[in-house]
């Protein structure tokens, strides 16, 4: 008797597991922008031969880790969310001057003492 004969693992979770490995892959080497076909073959080479874009798709919109990943996705790219969703601008940024720093929080100070 073989292990697997005993052993049946719920296929969908073991597709969205996959799908969770290969994006962490992705994350880590912080790609945001992949061609769809490109990350079925990755999927696939993971374990999960079956998966196709509409498979694909409909992990996406039933489990909830896939989707806070995934941003967004269509049969070309799919595009995964940045670890920090807001997007600063420039002037938003504010100063990293440290003697700007130093001086208000001196100012402070003083503002605190009298």
Do not use: C, W
């Not at 999960?48 to 049969?75: F, H, P, R, W």
């Amino acid at each position: 008797m073989r292990i697997n004969e005993i052993i049946v693992e719920n296929e969908v979770e073991d597709v969205e597991g996959k799908i969770l490995t290969v994006l962490a892959f992705l994350k880590q080497k912080q790609v945001e922008d992949i061609p769809t076909a490109d990350f079925i073959t990755l999927v696939r080479h993971a374990g999960a031969e079956n998966i196709n874009y509409e498979s694909l798709v409909s992990m996406n919109d039933s489990s909830q880790k896939i989707k806070n990943i995934i941003n967004t996705i269509d049969k070309t790219h799919i595009t995964l969310r940045n670890d920090n969703n807001t997007q600063v601008k420039d002037n938003d940024v504010g100063s990293n001057d440290p003697t700007v720093t130093v001086s208000n929080m001196a100012k402070s100070a003083l503002d605190n003492r009298s």
